[in-house]
């Protein structure tokens, strides 16, 4: 239903996102977290897009990658990005087709941004159509967002079905295997920073 992916401030994002903002989203030992899952979950010498991406992409040093994309909404935010090796500016709100050819990527991530996607299906199918057979799609996401660029199903919902509704966007995306979930730092928040990961592989028949 529309409303469900109605916010606050219906104004175009390029106007909320003119202003660069760098600074980080979630603590220090939330941004560890999210490397920790890049570590784990995204093979040595990758492809990776960093989907809705900024200033940072909390890559982890040690952890080698052939190529890091970044499509997000602010040119001077993602100028600043020291992991990012070409960037792409592009309102996937407004327009969710992403300037990729098929099969590209090893790994896609959203990191804690999803909230603010209007259009989530429609997205989550093209990050499956330019992903490689086997790749995975990692969302991770805390409890915290810019609340009048949130969708009101985000808003209005808690940390556990946040992780349901993540894993619904994948499900009905189609053609992803393995859809998995959770909490990946349960032993330091509270009171730090939740952070949360769904993943997912684009399926290899
Ligand atoms: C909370 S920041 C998170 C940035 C980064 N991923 C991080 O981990 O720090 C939200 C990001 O989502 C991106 N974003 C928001 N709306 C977008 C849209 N309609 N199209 C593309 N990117 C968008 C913005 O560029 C912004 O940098």
């Known amino acids: 239903m529309p409303e469900y992916f109605g916010r606050e401030d219906e104004s175009d994002d390029s106007d909320f996102y003119i202003q660069p903002r760098l600074v980080v989203h979630i603590d220090d030992v939330a ?4 490397g920790n899952v890049f570590r784990s979950l995204i093979p040595p010498d990758s492809v990776v897009l960093d989907l809705m991406s900024s200033w940072r992409s909390h890559w982890p040093a040690d952890h080698p990658r052939s ?3 970044g499509l997000g909404m ?13 960037y792409i500016i592009q309102d996937i709100n407004k327009n ?3 300037p990729y050819e098929d099969n590209t990527f ?6 804690v941004s999803v909230q603010y996607l209007i259009r989530p299906i429609e997205v989550f199918s093209e990050v499956n159509r330019i992903l490689k057979p086997g790749g995975i799609f990692i969302v991770t996401f805390s409890n915290r967002m810019f609340p009048t660029k949130a969708v009101r ?29 959770g909490f990946t730092n349960p032993e330091t928040s509270p009171p730090g920073d939740p952070l949360f990961a769904v993943v997912a592989n684009k399926a290899t028949d």
Not at 74 to 86: F, G, I, K, Q, T
Not at 106 to 111: G, Q, S
Not at 154 to 180: K, M, N, P, Q
């Open 31 to 34: 941004i560890a977290a999210v």
């Open 74 to 86: 602010n040119d001077v935010e993602m100028a600043e990005n020291p992991d990012l090796d070409d």
């Open 96 to 98: 969710p087709v992403l």
């Open 153 to 181: 199903i985000w808003r209005y919902s808690t940390d556990r079905r946040h992780i349901d509704l993540v894993a619904a966007y994948l499900e009905e995306a189609g053609d992803f295997d393995e859809i998995r979930g």
């Open 106 to 111: 090893d790994a896609v991530v959203i990191t």
């Open 67 to 69: 190529r890091l994309a």
